[in-house]
């Protein structure tokens, strides 16, 4: 209840647009206004896959589509420094874990990396942020549950002119294993559920990355938590 008022009252100190509409001169609570609420509120985690799925996808949950207040939220959030917003997004996230972790088992999640560069663009790593957030919801709600952080990512070309088999390579080329990864496993492995969190799902091709580097490393992925998934858009020949 503390945390929801002072939520409220810095956004009445701080007004701006709601992330999620853009509407303006409207009560906000973390920066959302009450439609915008209601309908990431309403939002319930399902099985997300791309069409056609790259090899090693993993199981994937997500909790909405890339639309609507979760797409305007998510991109305040990621490009306009709305950096509030990581808390009621992660608790959206903790749902995608919550899916795919039983809870009575110990949960680590394991964030998809940004670059150095991303990062110096959006103050900070954006999903290790979220992904803090989502772990201490499910915390909260009874779960032994922890981060960890075993990859980093370095550049990639861009991908937008690479088909399926190219855009994979460059993902995977661009993960590396953190040298001190031994330091969290114990007998060769990371105990626990493992899931992988990461915003947007498109292709798949970076979670099938991350999912490769993590198991050449002797982990073993459960699943993939994301907040929203695209509708890719097929393509008619010629047109």
């Given amino acids: 209840m503390v945390a929801a008022l002072l939520g409220e009252l810095a956004d009445l100190v701080l007004p701006g647009a709601c992330a999620g509409c853009g509407a303006e001169r409207v009560r906000l609570t973390y920066g959302t206004c009450a439609v ?10 399902h099985p997300a896959t791309p069409t056609p799925p790259p090899a090693g996808f993993p ?11 979760l ?6 959030y ?15 996230l903790a749902g995608a874990v919550a ?38 919801r499910l915390r909260a709600a009874g779960w032994d549950a922890r981060t960890v952080q075993p990859l980093r990512a370095l550049p990639r070309p861009d991908s937008t002119s690479l088909d399926a088999a190219a855009r994979h390579a460059a993902a995977v080329n661009s993960l590396r294993i953190n040298p001190r990864i031994g330091v969290l496993q114990r007998g060769g492995r990371i105990r626990g559920t ?9 292709t798949g091709a970076t979670l099938a990355a991350v999912v ?13 938590a994301v907040l929203a998934a695209t509708q890719l858009r097929k393509t008619t020949p010629g047109i």
Avoid: F, N, W
Avoid at 71 to 76: I, T
Avoid at 78 to 83: A, L, P, S, W
Avoid at 194 to 202: A, Q, S
């Fill in 212 to 224: 490769r580097r993590l198991e050449e490393a002797g982990m073993q992925v459960t699943g993939a």
């Fill in 194 to 202: 493992l899931v992988v969190t990461d915003d947007i799902v498109t």
């Fill in 59 to 69: 199981e994937c949950v997500t909790v909405g589509p890339y639309a609507g207040a």
């Fill in 99 to 136: 899916a795919l972790a039983p809870r009575g088992r110990p949960v680590v999640l394991v964030p998809v990396p940004s670059t150095a560069a991303a990062r110096r663009e959006r103050y900070g790593d954006h999903m290790a942020r979220m992904t803090g957030h989502a772990m201490r």
């Fill in 71 to 76: 797409r305007g939220a998510l991109l305040a």
């Fill in 36 to 45: 915008c609420v209601a309908e990431l509120e309403g939002l319930r985690p």
């Fill in 78 to 92: 990621k490009e306009k420094g709305r950096h509030r917003l990581a808390r009621p997004l992660g608790t959206l």
